[in-house]
């Protein structure tokens, strides 16, 4: 039997999504429905497991060894609300041969399309059945803690440091560090198991801010609307038009920025759009969001009303500023990768996670590769092999620590 994947498989049938729109903490009371199972979970296996009244989920393995550093591992627990994510109905395909994936009738992948296919030829995959996500983001990271909880409460022998848990809610909607309990986890420094290929080690983020636009139109009927009507949905889209087009992030990669459209509502009195920035370089990050006000300035003075009203909000900064002085955890999870036959995988996330908001307020956290892939839609899947690598990875981390 296999725990690891049977946990995962467990999970992923629970419906954890968040909710961008919520006024609630955290966004869906559902994500607690597996937070509640996980605590469960910790307790049958000897630890003093709870979750707290704002959803996060902590523990603590106690120190058998004096002197060492305490470490902490974090995922979370919900899932992206950008694809369906209730009815999960996960499907094994068993030493994946590198051919076309066929999810249903109307839904495949090809490998050379999805060129992440081609990593896991020779391995055993969880796929979906097209019609919701995964999960894989981020319950990969989820039931590999927990076979590491499992591990360390069936081998008392093996000597470690102080070891703490937390599985956190609304991180895909940027709150999953808001309400983090340091008063209680009280680690050294920590790693978030979020990343995807095994054997990834990821310290350097996005800088993000959410940008919200509110566009007021004049309602005139079109009868008699020449030089009177201001279609708030055409101010919107001329709003669009004058952002720099190829910071659309379908044209860019690696440590390029970008401006997202990810709402759009209107009618002809009132429009609203809201737009994720993302860059790495902070000057670069400064100048998009500049970008915006001075559009937005600009069509205020062409039509002589405030057209439009401009909204910004950072959510998180590049963790790398701190990090870049304490790259003691980096290597230590780069030699643990070395030990485990792997060569470490150094890349830039194009996105965010828990880590970056909690280097920032004093806990250290890169971010791990838990073995799943293309996030966040139908066509996420994982690979049985790279989930155990990276549960040993993560022994291995506590053995280099405890050394």
């Given amino acids: 039997m296999n725990t690891l994947i049977d946990r995962f498989l467990r999970y992923v049938k629970i419906d954890t999504q968040s909710d961008h729109e919520s006024k609630t903490f955290p966004s869906t009371e559902k994500q607690k429905d597996l937070s509640r199972l996980l605590v469960e979970e910790l307790k049958a296996m000897g630890l003093d497991a709870f979750l707290d009244k704002d959803g996060y989920v902590y ?35 068993k030493n994946y041969d590198g051919s076309i994936v066929r999810l249903n009738d109307e839904l495949s992948m090809h490998p050379n399309q ?21 999960g894989a983001d981020d319950k990969c990271g989820v039931a590999e803690i927990m076979e590491l909880a499992a591990y360390y409460t069936t081998h008392k022998d093996v000597k470690h440091g102080d070891i703490y848990i937390c599985f956190t809610p609304d991180e895909e909607i940027g709150q999953g560090a808001d309400r983090f309990d340091f008063e209680f ?17 990821e310290y350097e983020n996005f800088n993000a801010a959410t940008i919200n636009l509110n566009f007021t139109g004049i309602s005139i009927h079109p009868g008699s609307a020449k030089h009177k009507l201001i279609n708030a949905a055409h101010v919107a889209f001329e709003f669009h038009q004058m952002l720099p087009t190829f ?8 440590y390029e920025g970008f401006n997202h459209l990810t709402q759009i509502q209107g009618q002809v009195e009132h ?29 205020n003075d062409k039509y002589e009303y405030q057209v439009v009203k401009i909204e910004i909000k950072d959510s998180y900064f590049n963790m790398y500023d701190i990090i870049k002085d304490h790259m003691y955890v980096v290597e ?18 194009r996105g965010g996670t828990d880590g970056a908001r909690l280097t920032y307020d004093g806990l250290i956290c890169p ?9 966040h839609g139908r066509l996420e899947f994982a690979s049985i092999q790279q989930m155990e690598k990276a549960v040993e990875i993560y022994k291995e981390i506590i053995k280099l620590n405890a050394e």
């Avoid at 986890?185 to 290929?197: L, N, P, R, V, W």
């Avoid at 999870?333 to 470490?344: F, R, S």
């Avoid at 971010?367 to 996030?375: E, S």
């Fill in 247 to 254: 910071l659309n992030p379908a044209f860019t990669e690696n």
């Fill in 59 to 93: 523990t603590k393995i106690e120190k058998n060894v004096e002197g060492k550093k305490a470490l902490g591992f974090i995922a979370h627990v919900d899932t992206s609300p950008d694809a369906p994510g209730k009815n999960v109905n996960p499907r094994i395909i």
């Fill in 367 to 375: 971010n791990l590769g838990t073995g799943g892939y293309q996030f």
């Fill in 185 to 201: 986890f009280k680690a050294d420094f920590a790693y978030t198991a979020d990343g995807s290929e095994v054997g990834g080690i």
């Fill in 114 to 134: 999805y060129p992440a296919l081609k990593k896991v030829i020779g391995e055993d995959i969880i796929v979906t059945d097209g019609h919701t996500l995964l």
């Fill in 332 to 349: 230590l999870a780069k030699q643990a990768t070395i030990n485990q036959g792997l060569e470490p995988k150094i890349e830039p996330i």
């Fill in 271 to 299: 429009a609203h759009t809201q737009y994720i920035v993302r860059n790495h370089d902070k000057n670069l990050f400064k100048k998009q969001k500049d970008d915006f006000i001075k559009i937005a300035n600009y069509l």
